[in-house]
């Protein structure tokens, strides 16, 4: 499949803990008899020219079987971490030395409104000289939604022998293209639902009741038939 951004791969993190969650696994997580996930790939996967689900531990064979039912719709490969408790910066790595683009785009399993038209102005501003696109909204640097290109590997592998988990350990060293509010505003009046992610059961509940009315507002009325 070659997607919009044919250099660049879907990253995925697919699950963890979900400590928030009450310890249920977010990548089986369903809203409206749909998988998160599903709602991701839906919005996503076509833009790039191949997907790879970034699993715990041990949790490969669990999610292809739970997910096979996507399997028919989407392209996907199934890459587990390496060790557990290391966090979403291990699941960057191994999706990084995993992919076949030279870039990554990093998203969680729990982000279902990712706006394409957001991600396409992250991809607009990537250069040859850069090595994460993230963007920065309210003031704070978002780590998912965010580009990395496969040179960014050995900067997140060192991150991970000094024992960090965060994303953003090795920002500092890398060369960071930042993407302002107003870049993505210019494209996407709702860029701010795109980086929306659902940690704990109550933002679960409002997500569904917010996709529901949307749904309701979209969905076609009866037609009375002519006399």
Known sequence: ????????????????????????????????????????????????????????????????????????????????????????LEGLCRGLSEMRGEWGFLCGCDMPAIEPAAVAVMAANRTPGSQVVAAEVNGYIEPLHAFYHRSCLPLAEAGLHCGDKKIKCFYAEAALKKVSEEALYAACQNFRRSFLNINRPDELARFEKTRAQSVSVIAPTAQTPPP
């Not at 951004?5 to 009450?22: I, K, P, Q, T």
């Open 1 to 88: 499949m070659t997607g919009r951004f044919a250099d660049a791969s879907l990253l995925l993190l697919a699950g963890g803990a979900g400590s928030r969650m009450g310890g249920r696994n977010k990548l089986f997580l369903k809203t409206g008899g749909l998988y998160l996930a599903e709602l991701v790939l839906e919005r996503t996967a076509s833009l790039f020219s191949e997907t790879l689900l970034l699993a715990a531990p041990g949790e490969a064979e669990l999610a292809a079987e739970v997910l096979s039912a996507l399997s028919a719709k989407f392209d996907f490969r199934v890459v587990e971490d390496r060790a557990a408790g290391r966090g979403p």
